[in-house]
């Protein structure tokens, strides 16, 4: 399976930086998820979707990652950028779209999630935390949805069929009770808990376990 990550857009409550280049314990924050990517059993290639207003992201990768293509994408809508990306990158069947901004995210984490897909019948699948993760490591989503009697909250990775890119495609809602999946920097708040989870090594408040 293919992945794309989507690095096109600024961090807005953290001054209009570039998200993906954001420090993070001496790496930049997209390096973390193509780690985690890289190091997936499941994942082939590795696109990367940039903007004009992402030049820095767009170097890091082209200098830094020779096995990793860069797609500049121009439409300026987030769902546009993709659909676009995925065109120019020549992506068919499944494919993985991955936000940058979840540093935490492992190869072990990536390869559930294929493992999980594989075994649905749905063309596409979502991937949520409950929203009791988010309140056990002190965050508050953006986004929260009410599905099946449950309060879930997006984690920024999906999977989409390809060949099917243009239409809506019905999706396979996967729910993991991990709280690296809940960790995506927005605010200065986010970035320094993360630095914390990372220096540490431990992703729960101390005597907390999911």
């Known amino acids: ?22 420090d993070l314990n001496g790496q930049p924050l997209i390096s973390y998820i193509i780690g985690a990517l890289t190091g ?26 020779e096995n990793i293509s860069v797609i500049v994408a121009k439409e300026g809508n987030y769902v546009q950028d993709m659909i676009m990306s995925i065109i120019d990158a020549k992506i068919t069947g499944p494919v993985m779209v991955v936000m940058c901004d979840i540093p935490l ?31 056990k490591i002190g965050i508050r989503p953006d986004t929260v949805f009410h599905k099946n009697t449950k309060l879930i ?42 630095r914390k989870m990372v220096e540490i090594g431990t992703f729960l408040p101390e005597d907390e376990t999911i």
């Open 40 to 65: 997936a059993k499941g994942i082939d290639r590795i696109f990367v979707s940039v903007t004009e207003a992402t030049p820095k992201t767009k170097d890091l990768i082209e200098k830094t990652y």
């Open 105 to 135: 995210v492992e190869s072990d984490i990536i390869d559930e999630v294929i493992e999980k897909y594989d075994a649905c019948e749905e063309p596409a699948l979502s991937v949520y935390v409950p929203i009791a993760i988010c309140k």
């Open 153 to 194: 909250v997006p984690t920024g990775i999906n999977i989409l069929d390809a060949s099917d890119i243009y239409n809506e495609q019905p999706d396979y809602n996967f729910i993991v009770d991990d709280p690296r999946l809940a960790m995506n920097v927005n605010t200065a708040e986010d970035l320094e808990k993360c």
């Open 1 to 22: 399976m293919d992945a794309l990550i989507m690095a096109g857009g600024l961090a807005q409550r953290l001054g209009r930086i570039e998200k993906s280049c954001i």
